[in-house]
Nanobody, 124 residues
């Protein structure tokens, strides 16, 4: 079992920045890939970014490339999402997720454990 707790969400104006954090605890052997997903009301869940905890390899959704950056701190068992140049369409609940295989998948069904989510609201 892995427990995930997100923090750092909030409200920001377009063009602003936010940094999301996700603290992991529990069976850390299951934490080979850590990712961020988001879901806006009435929309499907979208994979935003993923990082491999070993090699630090990353992958981003096209919608956030160049604006968001994912990082991991294995000593703190945490993953972060630095979000910049935020747009109103980035408004969503953001979820942290982990899986026990080291692949750069942005498909939610591959992930075993999920956090409770943190709300990000970007106003125009």
């Amino acid at each position: 079992q892995v427990q995930l707790v997100e923090s750092g969400g909030g409200s920001v104006e377009a063009g602003g920045s936010l940094r999301l954090s996700c603290a992991a605890s529990g069976d850390l052997k299951s934490r080979k890939s850590m990712a961020w997903f988001r879901q806006a009301p009435g929309k499907e869940r979208e994979g935003v970014a993923v990082i491999l905890t070993g090699s630090r390899g990353t992958r981003y959704a096209d919608s956030v490339k160049g604006r968001f950056s994912i990082s991991v701190d294995n000593a703190k068992n945490a993953v972060y999402l630095q979000m910049g140049s935020l747009k109103p369409e980035d408004t969503a609940t953001y979820y942290c997720a982990v899986k026990g295989t080291a692949t750069l998948s942005l498909m939610g069904y591959n992930y075993n454990y999920w956090g409770q989510g943190t709300q990000v609201t970007v106003s125009s």
